[in-house]
T-cell receptor, first 114, second 115 residues
């Protein structure tokens, strides 16, 4: 079956530090990949996505590249801000086998200190 | 669009009572999902619908939980009787399926506390 593995948290960084949150996946077909973000007290919001190999998703300074050869979709940001403190979820959707269902990783808590 | 709407935002009830959570998906979306989030178990998919039909309810924890979608603009998740271990945040999400690239849009959640 499908699965998503994220690096364990929590992650604590100082403002302006470089961020990497690792995500690897297992899928039998050709999934679309997503990063969702959950701010305190809110629902999940789509941060970025990539639908095929070598695609790069980007939004709000965050980037992730779909790497089929390493089955990875690592999230990066060059300079984090306090406002980026949130929980980040990696997810995949494999339309051939699961319709519109998403498989989520465990989530990674990020705290950015001033 | 107003986004996915959930009500109530907070619910506190006593063990044994019936609880009904409500969701209005984004207009035009044909998939609707119910999730539960707790510190211990993280984010769990309970059930999802396509065109108002339940597709997979394997995540529903037990018979005390039931979900319905009588039309394209409304769904309920009912717990009867409720227990303290049901305390969690319940999210509803909707998507346009393949046409929308499978992106799911989440509501703000209902925080349920069962005492």
């Amino acid at each position: 079956g499908n699965s998503v593995t994220q690096m364990e948290g929590p992650v604590t960084l100082s403002e302006e530090a470089f961020l990497t949150i690792n995500c690897t996946y297992t899928a039998t077909g050709y999934p679309s990949l997503f990063w969702y973000v959950q701010y305190p007290g809110e629902g999940l919001q789509l941060l970025l996505k990539a639908t095929k190999a070598d695609d790069k998703g980007s939004n709000k300074g965050f980037e992730a590249t779909y790497r089929k050869e390493t089955t990875s979709f690592h999230l990066e940001k060059g300079s984090v801000q306090v406002s980026d403190s949130a929980v980040y979820f990696c997810a995949l959707s494999e339309r051939e086998t699961s319709g519109s269902r998403l498989t989520f990783g465990e989530g990674t808590q990020l705290t950015v200190n001033p | 669009d107003a986004g996915v709407i959930q009500s109530p935002r907070h619910e506190v009830t006593e063990m044994g009572q019936e609880v009904t959570l409500r969701c209005k998906p984004i207009s035009g979306h044909d998939y609707l999902f119910w999730y539960r989030q707790t510190m211990m178990r993280g984010l769990e998919l309970l059930i999802y619908f396509n065109n108002n039909v339940p597709i997979d309810d394997s995540g529903m924890p037990e018979d005390r939980f039931s979900a319905k979608m009588p039309n394209a603009s409304f769904s309920t998740l009912k717990i009867q009787p409720s227990e303290p271990r049901d305390s969690a945040v319940y999210f509803c999400a909707s998507s346009r399926g393949l046409a929308g690239g499978h992106e799911q849009y989440f509501g703000p959640g209902t925080r349920l506390t069962v005492t």
